[in-house]
Nanobody, 115 residues
């Protein structure tokens, strides 16, 4: 079993930056991948970015060039640095981990971007 806890959400004006963190309850060395997803009201949850155990990253087209995902295995953490935020980025952001054949989700953290 893995618990994931997100932090760092909040309120920011358009053009601003926020950093999100996700802490896992155990070592992430063996995690196949970790990622960030988001869900805005009335919309489906969508992928934002993922990072594999080997450090390969993948981004949604809408965030490429603005968001950066990274991981620190020693701290069992994954990060999402979000720059040049716009109101369309407002959503609840969820951390996800893929461990063997199982997936785990955090409880989410709200990001609100005002215009």
């Amino acid at each position: 079993q893995v618990q994931l806890v997100e932090s760092g959400g909040g309120f920011v004006q358009a053009g601003g930056s926020l950093g999100l963190s996700c802490t896992a309850s155990r070592s992430i060395d063996s995690f196949n991948y970790m990622g960030w997803y988001r869900q805005a009201p009335g919309k489906q949850r969508e992928l934002v970015a993922t990072i594999t155990s080997g450090g390969n990253t993948n981004y949604a087209d809408s965030v490429k060039g603005r968001f950066t995902i990274s991981r620190d295995n020693a701290k069992s953490m994954v990060y999402l640095q979000m720059n040049s935020l716009n109101p369309e980025d407002s959503a609840v952001y969820y951390c996800k981990a893929g461990v063997l054949l199982r997936t785990y989700w955090g409880q989410g953290t709200q990001v609100t971007v005002s215009s």
